[in-house]
């Protein structure tokens, strides 16, 4: 069992940039690929970054590639998304996720994720 919390949101201009954290608990953090996802009013949760286990392997949504990236630290059980150049389609209720995988590869799809966060708002004004 893992218990996630995301930290880190708020209310920012364009351009501007924020640092988003999820601390874990429970066991075997460093067993498991993290993930970011995200989802704006009326639309579905999309994917916007993944780390592999140990860290070696990234992979980022095209939206956000570039401005956003995804870091992890085993020792402190947390995961971190440092999002630059935030544009208002940035605005959205950030989750991150939790996949039992030892794996090098990472996944994009969110059923494939095991546990998740409850979520922190990012709001990027124009």
């Known amino acids: 069992q893992v218990q996630l919390v995301e930290s880190g949101g708020g209310l920012v201009q364009a351009g501007g940039s924020l640092r988003l954290s999820c601390a874990a608990s429970?066991?075997?953090?460093?067993?498991?690929?993290m993930g970011w996802f995200r989802q704006a009013p009326g639309k579905e949760r999309e994917f916007a970054a993944a780390?592999?286990?140990?860290?070696?392997?990234?992979y980022y949504a095209s939206s956000v590639k570039g401005r956003f990236t995804i870091s992890r630290d085993n020792a402190k059980n947390t995961v971190y998304l440092q999002m630059n150049s935030l544009k208002p389609e940035d605005t959205a209720v950030y989750y991150c996720?939790?996949?039992?995988?030892?794996?090098?590869?990472?996944?994009?799809?969110?059923?494939?994720?095991?546990?998740w966060g409850q979520g922190t708002q990012v709001t990027v004004s124009s």
């Open positions: 780390i592999s286990w140990k860290g070696g392997n990234t």
């Open positions: 429970g066991r075997s953090f460093s067993s498991y690929a």
């Open positions: 996720a939790a996949d039992w995988n030892q794996k090098s590869q990472v996944t994009v799809r969110p059923d494939e994720y095991d546990y």
